[in-house]
């Protein structure tokens, strides 16, 4: 097994969450508002949207050496069991079910003669052997069958569970949130099934212009998306709670300091400091060859460093809004109180202000998400985003935006790229929605 | 206010001088000019006589920060940070590490950015307030109906509010690559209405910027009507509103009297931040339409790697980031005559 550096990072990360979920179990302040997320329908679906993102990005982080590899290369655990996926590639461009190539060339006909035309695909639809009568129907039945596969797979689970599940258990599954959760949980398992069933036969999203299936390419971009959502939080954060609280809490010197240095980072154009930094990786990057043997380790070093300094460019906000909650809560009777009794700085921190401004940090984590899968996208373009060789819906678009104007168009790629991120920005859009709304006291007393 | 004024302005010299260093620190330190030359001269066969004459080109052949060699003052004069931060102070940006000037450049072609940004800027404001205020309304029909407060429930002015945030929500959710690439496809290459890219001068260039206008105005409408949204609504359960209503005023002249003036604070103070830092342009849009700007000279500096370039616009965009803080606190006090400053 191979951790990458974004590998351990994430396993920190999950680490993390579970140590705080155990902390804050039972808590009753932090009960009210899950249970308020539970009961809304919007927000349980698009979490479970999200989670289902999310597994598919933890089975792209497991990364290991094939035993039986000569190429020296690393892969996933998704990348394994989409072996198939990976090694299908074509020469060029074709469309998604499509059994000939994109663009014409000489074929070799059986009799020895050369023909102008477009050749059959190496991969896609290569069982078939009368593509233009066959081709529908094999759709529509691998399709109907792999459907079907998922659908009995999934309700044989949801059967067991239904088996094992206490008595009072059994009532809240029947609550209609949780029948909205568990159709979206059957749609999605039985349509992800259908998918894997088609793409050993069929390229389903088509492929790029090197060949390689565009379907494969989405989905190994979910990880890039989720890493520099969730990783660039985690770095940032320290910074943004630690300088906030010491700035709002201390005040003086301190807070002139913090100030100094978040005004001053907030003074550069975002996507300038972004651009200089990722310039000097590439720098950096070059003259250091040696040290990144992989292509896959390369551009896993230039990933996390551009989560780093989305890290270093995005803290100020936050930051700047716990200083001013730690200023008003400063002010408040119990923090005066404890002082007054005599509790030690560092304590009162800990005990008093910082859980007190949790919300906060929680809202802006679930709303910076989606941005900053946002951001990715955008930058890529300009090429400061990913390493051009990682898998990322930045890079499917810039590779796809030059080609629209072909004709026929290459659609394909776009397509992929814009539903797969669109449903992974709307199910994060929505759901801090919902975590805004549960956790936040403005617009908890009046909606 | 004068005073005021010039005390902000010194108070922005530090924080000035904070954003060289940094960027010093970034081009120069992190990477060695040589590191630099050699980029500039392509990686490999480069000779140490290549490197040294570049170097000399471009004003890097003294040391970092201390020069030992030189005599009383030139110390630190005769330093690379010294004399790249004092031409960036004066706003002499020099030559760019390919060898244009970067002062003339930039004057050139702030003009396009501006004429792409400001009608953005101004047509998005009008929309998105217009459609915050649909929303308000819609909401407030149906209160009033009721006489109690009670929205997020059944009714028709409550679906379409409900529907409408829905709205909002899904066109944040899509990147602004596919706005520009969906707008440019749809209305420049089948309707052919207008010209998919390109820039000229005067009014001439009326045509080429009707669609970057119209996608940028576009895009920034969910995030936008949105946030309006909040703000009005902020404004709408304060109790002056709520005597306007008791006088018997109707809705809408409750809204566009007494509540539309007032969350145009936080709106108008917002606008100013972001008024000078239009004159930088939009990275994206410009290079999607070819506008030559200075978005697009940015991306273009970062894709042929000149620091210098990009040096003088990270400055630049810090002193127009400046002047907008500047500009709006003077605003305030314009619009809201309790704000005093001192």
Request: include cysteine; hydrophobic fraction near 50%.
């Amino acid at each position: 097994m191979v951790v990458l550096w974004t590998d351990a990072l994430i396993y920190l990360l999950i680490v993390v969450i579970l140590a705080l979920g155990l902390h804050l179990r039972g808590k009753e302040h932090i009960k009210r508002p899950l249970q308020q997320i539970g009961r809304s329908k919007i927000g349980m679906v698009s979490l479970v949207v999200l989670l289902f993102f999310v597994l598919i990005g933890l089975l792209d982080s497991v990364h290991f050496k094939p035993t039986d590899d000569t190429k020296n290369e690393i892969i996933s655990l998704l990348d394994y069991w989409a072996t198939p996926l990976r090694e299908h590639g074509e020469k060029t461009y074709s469309a998604p079910f499509a059994t000939k190539l994109y663009s014409k060339e000489m074929i070799a006909m059986p009799d020895g003669s050369m023909q102008w035309g477009y050749p059959r695909l190496e991969f896609g639809g290569r069982h078939l052997n009368n593509p233009e009568t066959e081709k529908i129907p094999d759709i529509l039945q691998k399709a109907l069958y792999g459907l079907a596969q998922g659908a009995s797979l999934i309700v044989f689970f949801m059967l067991l569970m239904w088996g094992l599940l206490a008595e009072q258990h059994k009532r809240l599954m029947l609550s209609s949130t949780a029948k909205t959760v568990l159709a979206v949980v059957f749609v999605i398992v039985s349509f992800s099934y259908a998918l894997i069933y088609l793409s050993p036969y069929y390229h389903v999203f088509g492929t790029d212009k090197v060949g390689e299936d565009v379907f494969y390419q989405a989905v190994k971009s979910i990880r890039t998306g989720l890493v520099i959502g969730t990783l660039t939080t985690l770095i940032m954060l320290p910074m943004a709670i630690i300088f906030g609280i010491l700035a709002g809490f201390f005040r003086g010197w301190v807070d002139d300091v913090i100030q100094y240095i978040y005004t001053t980072l907030n003074s550069i154009p975002g996507v300038l400091l972004i651009a200089a930094s990722i310039l000097m990786v590439q720098v950096y990057m070059a003259s250091h060859e040696s040290d990144f043997t992989s292509v896959i380790v390369r551009a896993d070093t230039r990933l996390l460093f551009l989560c780093m300094i989305l890290g270093v460019t995005s803290w100020t906000g936050l930051c700047r809004l716990l200083r001013a909650e730690t200023l008003k809560l400063r002010e408040m009777e119990y923090v005066q109180a404890a002082s007054a009794l005599g509790v030690k700085q560092g304590a009162i921190l800990l005990r008093h202000i910082l859980p007190n401004v949790m919300h906060i940090v929680l809202i802006s984590v679930v709303l910076d998400f989606s941005s900053l899968v946002l951001a990715e996208a955008v930058l890529s373009y300009i090429n400061i985003g990913v390493d051009p060789t990682s898998y990322s819906w930045g890079n499917m678009i810039n590779g796809a935006r030059l080609e629209m104007a072909r004709e026929p168009v290459v659609w394909w790629s776009l397509t992929a790229a814009f539903v797969f991120m669109f449903a992974l920005v709307l199910a994060a859009n929505l759901f801090a929605d919902v975590v805004q709304d549960a956790f936040d006291p403005r617009r908890s007393g009046n909606e | 206010m004068t005073q005021y004024i010039i005390r902000r302005l010194l108070y922005s010299l530090p924080l000035l001088m904070g954003v060289n260093i940094l960027t010093f620190v970034l081009f120069f330190v992190v990477n060695s000019p040589d590191d630099m030359a050699r980029m500039q001269l392509g990686q490999k066969h480069v000779t140490e006589q290549a490197i040294a004459n570049w170097k000399q080109q471009h004003g890097y052949d003294v040391p970092l920060l201390w020069n030992d060699s030189a005599q009383g003052g030139g110390k630190i004069t005769d330093t690379v940070f010294y004399q790249k931060s004092v031409g960036l102070f004066l706003f002499r940006f020099g030559v760019s590490d390919s060898g244009r000037n970067i002062g003339a450049d930039i004057k050139e072609r702030a003009w396009p950015s501006l004429a792409v940004a400001l009608p953005t800027l101004m047509i998005g404001l009008l929309v998105n307030i217009c459609f915050a205020l649909m929303m308000v309304l819609f909401r407030n029909s149906y209160i009033s109906k009721d006489g109690v407060y009670a929205a997020g429930q059944s009714g028709a002015g409550a679906a379409l509010e409900h529907a409408g945030i829905v709205l909002c929500v899904i066109l944040m959710s899509i990147s602004s690559l596919f706005y520009i690439i969906g707008g440019q496809f749809v209305i420049g290459k089948v309707l052919r209405l207008v010209p998919i890219s390109g820039y000229d001068d005067g009014m001439a260039a009326v045509k080429f910027l009707i669609l970057p206008v119209l996608i940028g105005v576009f895009s920034g409408i969910g995030s936008g009507t949105r946030w309006y949204r909040t703000l009005f609504l902020e404004e709408v359960g304060k109790d002056y509103v709520r005597t306007a209503r008791a006088k018997g005023l109707s809705e809408t002249q409750t809204l566009f009297r007494h509540v539309l003036p007032n969350a145009m604070i936080p709106i108008l103070t917002g606008v100013v931040v972001v008024l000078p830092l239009l004159f930088m342009g939009s990275l994206i849009m410009e290079s999607f339409f070819s506008i030559p700007g200075l978005g697009s000279y940015t991306i273009d500096a970062i894709n042929s790697q000149d620091f210098a370039i990009v040096r003088a616009m990270v400055f630049l965009g810090s002193v127009l980031y400046v002047i907008g803080l500047l500009l709006t606190d003077i605003s305030y006090t314009l619009v809201d005559p309790r704000v005093r400053l001192s």
